[in-house]
C-alpha cells in the first residue's frame, strides 16, 4: 500500500471513528483533575474530520491536511482545539505536494512532532499528549517496513506512552495544581493521541 489521499482519507476516518467510541471513557479521565469535557472536545474534532473529508477534492494531501489543521484550531474546548489542529496540520508539513511513497508516514509523525514542539514546550514525562506522540514518533522512524506496519508500530508505542503517564506529575494545564495526585490516573490527552493514532492505523489497513 502507498500513503495517497484515499489513504490519508480513510486514517483520518478510523481516527475520528476511535475517538467517538471512546468519547465518555476520555471525559471521565479529565474529569479526575480537568474540565471533564475533553470526550466532548474530540467529539466535536472527529465531527469536523467526517464533514471535510467528503469535500477534499482535488487539494493535495499536504493541501488538505493543513486545512484541515486549520479548521480544527478552531474547535472550542480548551486547548485541545490548537494542539490538534497543529498535529493535523503537521502531518503534512513535511510531504511533497504529490507525495506516494511508503515511507512519508515517518515524514507524516516528525512534521507533527515538530508542528507540536512550536506550541509547547511539554516533554515526555510532563503528563501531556507528547507523552504518547514523542513515542509513536520514535517507534515510527525506527519501524522497518511498509507504511502499515510503521503505523502499527507508532500506535504501540502511543498507547505505551499513554499507559506510563499514569506515574507521571502533571505539570501542564489545570491538573498541575494537583500535583501528586494525578499518579495514577493517565494523561486525557496521551491517551486521545494513542486513541488517533491507533484509529489511523486501523483506517490504513482497512481501506
Not at 465518555?24 to 469536523?48: P, Y
Not at 469535500?55 to 493541501?63: A, D, Y
Not at 513515542?135 to 508505542?157: F, I, K, N
Amino acid at each position: 500500500m502507498v500513503l495517497d489521499s484515499k489513504a490519508v482519507a480513510a486514517m483520518l476516518l478510523g481516527a475520528a471513528e476511535r475517538l467517538e467510541e471512546n468519547a465518555d471513557r476520555l471525559s471521565e479521565i479529565d474529569s479526575r483533575f480537568g474540565d471533564g469535557d475533553h470526550g466532548i472536545t474530540m467529539c466535536k474534532i472527529a465531527r469536523l474530520i467526517k464533514e471535510q473529508i467528503p469535500q477534499w477534492g482535488e487539494r493535495s494531501v499536504r493541501t488538505f491536511l493543513d486545512d484541515l489543521g486549520m479548521a480544527v484550531m478552531e474547535v472550542k474546548g480548551g486547548s485541545a482545539g490548537p494542539l490538534y489542529g497543529a498535529l493535523i496540520g503537521g502531518l503534512g508539513v513535511k510531504l511533497a505536494e504529490d507525495e506516494n511513497t511508503p515511507d512519508a508516514v515517518r515524514r507524516m509523525f516528525a512534521g507533527a512532532l515538530e508542528e507540536l514542539e512550536d506550541l509547547t514546550t511539554a516533554k515526555v514525562g510532563d503528563k501531556t499528549m507528547m507523552d504518547a506522540l514523542v513515542p509513536a514518533v520514535e517507534a515510527a522512524q525506527q519501524a522497518d517496513g511498509d507504511a502499515a506496519a510503521v503505523l502499527a508500530a507508532a500506535a504501540e508505542a502511543a498507547e505505551a506512552g499513554a499507559k506510563a503517564s499514569e506515574g507521571f506529575v502533571a505539570k501542564f494545564g489545570r491538573a498541575r495544581s494537583y500535583k501528586e495526585q494525578t499518579i495514577g490516573t493517565p494523561d486525557a490527552g496521551a491517551v486521545s493521541t494513542a486513541l488517533f493514532i491507533r484509529g489511523m492505523a486501523l483506517g490504513f489497513t482497512k481501506q
